[in-house]
């Protein structure tokens, strides 16, 4: 018998004491949590966003979607990036206004490579304001989870309000579990020293949330 | 890591033992108050958390009951999308598949992400044994490995060592496993993780094949979900060729909306944060992103088992988050490493020794490894009734029964160090039966109340080891009855021996 005859055989074996003509639908799951906590309306859900990503000790900035390649500029210029990895698909004119050098997202980039990249700049899926979250969905604007992984300074993109939901259950009805997501809450950190947080151990070490509004 | 929980002495012995460690009892008693508090306040946050709770246990409980059904659906669409599901029976059967695949891909080492379901089947070990050198990356996990230890915690496995011992196994350890710890390194929590991050950048930049653990599967979609901190599970899922994950089939849970419920209620139990740093969801292989080769080794050992016991079964719910080790009282003075398994604390007591049977005295003792105070089911975000099981597996050590070991029906008989007891509980029915027995006996036992020992003699020693002898009183209650009638100290019919004072009657 195989490895999985033997595992399922166990199983139904296992649960003889469920009626035969019982369906999963059957077992009564009451939802009766919350879609979001609290009604807030938008400009206080983005704020709520920006509260918590920098409780979470992400650098956290916010400016007008004109003004995007002004502050993008700045802040590699202000970390001392000459060179920054962007996703195929992230509009053009968001690092018009930088001189790093940027190397393209390609399939045949080597992770030692990517380690050699100061800064990474990608848009993201959704943002969630009650957990402080972004979502990146390997979009166009976004790339390879690597490029957001290798590089120790990400700086993310965030479109408000139209990416911003307020909670966990709403982005997920948002996102499409076909493609390879990461859900990130503030930079790399660990709890394991003495159940302690501290920030900064293998993923980017900074991370930066732009919140660029209309 | 060449540790094993095998050979290890029950857990009355274990705890006399780390009890008495007082760096052990420090480290552990700081930890685990930290987390206590915030996981407190990071649940005081949603004011929805018992119906989270109720959900995230209703939906455990269906798919329980139905977990044939879901782990087919998952393994259609895992191999849909591009996955190759395996099925292991046991540990060895694991093993043996794991260390095939790392095989096939001629590779002789492998980064790990932390993965209870692998330290559970002693992978490292059989790797080990078949020439591929496995590497722990999660912190903790390699604090374990380095310092040649075993892990004490769910979530933080060298939750038993302080940043001081850190310190030094990273000074003494780190240049036998690769890259040697910085010169002057500090034990600054931040200059340790730091250490850590040069320690294994090398490793995770050359590595062709991770193998990792899950913290959940989605049936409807063929979804696998690891919740992590560091990026190291990052690492592991998204620059090697190979991925294999290895997932206990409790894991599956049935739809996509389904995780709404357990990504709130898992890192606010565990790591007391609004959500963990990083969460990672894959479905299958993606074309030109992350590995092209990924394998799903479904892990029964015992769970099946466990799925039998119609009382037991509720431990499967678990979702490994660790809140009831950091409330437990118990676990906080013994430690972890006392409960003999991965899983120590309050789940451990009730999981291992149906995962493994009761068979071993240290199995067969597990279940006493608590005061039934509660506090685990309490802060169990699945509503785990752990006290529930631990009394039922009381009674399955003590008087045998009916269970299913490795997919075999047994009948298992009453553990033997529990020979005495049952003849006092015997002898106890007895002598309740009998008033003028137990009347002589309350009379005797008061007049020779000076010379009763702290500690029983004989086969009564053993229960004694672990309690305190109660103090026999001058008189008993019925003594005291049939002299007072109730009435000689205080209004009829309601007061006891000392409710003789009442103000005002």
């Known amino acids: ?214 | 890591m060449s540790g094993t929980y095998l050979g290890m002495p029950a857990f009355p012995e274990a705890a006399a033992e780390s009890t008495r460690d007082r760096r052990l009892r420090g480290n552990l008693r700081h930890a685990t108050h930290t987390i206590r508090d915030k996981r407190a306040r990071a649940v005081a946050e949603l004011d929805d958390w018992s119906a989270l709770r109720a959900a995230g246990a209703a939906l455990k409980d269906r798919t329980l009951r139905h977990l044939d059904h879901y782990l087919e659906q998952l393994e259609e669409r895992v191999t849909a999308a591009g996955g190759q599901v395996h099925w292991a029976a046991d540990a060895e059967e694991a093993n043996r598949i794991v260390t095939r695949l790392v095989r096939e891909t001629g590779e002789t080492e492998a980064v790990k992400v932390k993965s209870m379901a692998t330290q559970e089947t002693g992978l490292n070990d059989a790797l080990e044994r078949a020439g591929i050198r496995a590497y722990e990356t999660d912190l903790a996990e390699l604090i374990v490995q380095l310092g040649d230890d075993l892990p004490s915690h769910i979530l933080v496995p060298a939750i038993h060592r302080n940043r001081s011992e850190i310190q030094e196994i990273f000074r003494t350890r780190m240049a036998d496993w690769g890259r040697p710890a910085p010169d002057g390194l500090t034990d600054r929590p931040a200059d340790l993780a730091e250490a850590a991050r040069l320690h294994l950048r090398e490793k995770f930049l050359r590595a062709r094949v991770g193998v990792s653990g899950a913290n959940f599967m989605v049936a409807e979609t063929g979804t696998l979900v690891v919740v992590e901190s560091e990026g190291n599970g990052r690492m592991c899922l998204t620059l090697p060729e190979t991925l294999i994950s290895v997932v206990g089939i409790e894991k599956v849970v049935p739809t996509w909306q389904d995780l709404e419920v357990y990504l709130q209620l898992l890192p606010r139990s565990s790591t007391a944060e609004r959500m963990n740093p990083y969460t990672s969801t894959w479905t299958g292989t993606t074309d030109g992103d992350g590995p092209s080769a990924f394998h799903l080794v479904l892990l029964d050992n015992g769970r099946t088992d466990t799925l039998a016991d119609t009382v037991g079964r509720q431990a499967l719910r678990c979702i490994r988050c660790s809140a009831c080790l950091n409330v437990c009282p118990v676990y906080e003075r013994a430690g972890g490493h006392a409960y003999g398994s991965p899983y120590p604390g309050p789940i451990g007591a009730i999981l291992t020794p149906q995962l493994r049977s009761t068979a071993s005295a240290l199995d067969a003792s597990l279940p006493y490894a608590s005061s039934l105070c509660g506090a685990c089911y309490e802060v169990c975000p699945v509503a785990i009734d752990i006290p529930e099981v631990l009394v039922h597996l009381r009674e399955r050590v003590v008087q045998g029964g009916p269970a299913v070991v490795r997919g075999e029906k047994v009948v298992l008989r009453p553990a033997r160090g529990h020979a005495a007891e049952r003849a006092a509980m015997r002898a106890a029915r007895w002598t309740l039966d009998r008033p003028r027995a137990l009347r002589a006996g309350q009379r005797l036992a008061a007049r020779g109340r000076r010379l009763v020992p702290r500690r029983l003699p004989g086969p009564g020693r053993a229960w004694t080891d672990t309690r305190d002898l109660p103090a026999v009183p001058a008189e008993s209650f019925r003594a005291w009855w049939r002299r007072t009638r109730g009435d000689g100290a205080g209004p009829a019919g309601g007061a006891g021996p000392t409710d003789g004072a009442g103000a005002g009657r």
């Open chain 1, 1 to 214: 018998m195989s490895g999985r005859d033997v595992v399922l055989g166990r199983i139904r074996a296992a649960l003889a004491d469920v009626p035969r003509g019982e369906r999963p639908e059957d077992v009564p799951v009451e939802r009766g949590y919350l879609r979001a906590h609290g009604n807030r309306g938008t400009a206080a859900t983005v704020d709520l966003l920006a509260e918590h990503l920098a409780d979470y000790r992400a650098v956290v900035h916010r400016c007008a979607r004109a003004g995007l390649p002004e502050l993008l500029a700045r802040l590699l210029a202000e970390r001392g990036s000459r060179t920054a990895v962007v996703p195929r698909g992230l509009p053009p004119e968001w690092l018009a206004a930088s001189d790093v050098r940027l190397l393209p997202d390609r399939p045949g980039t080597t992770p030692h490579e990517l380690d050699a990249v100061d800064s990474v700049v990608t848009g993201c899926a959704v943002a969630v304001a009650e957990t402080g979250t972004v979502v990146l969905d390997a979009g166009p604007d976004q790339g390879r989870r690597r490029i957001t992984l290798v590089p120790d300074h990400h700086i993310c993109v965030v479109r408000v309000p139209e990416q911003v939901v307020d909670s966990v259950p709403q982005a997920l009805e948002r996102l499409d579990p076909a493609r390879p997501l990461t859900w990130i809450s503030g930079p790399s950190a660990t709890s394991d020293i003495e159940l302690d947080r501290v920030e900064g151990v293998h993923g980017p070490r900074t991370l930066e949330v732009v919140l660029a509004g209309e």
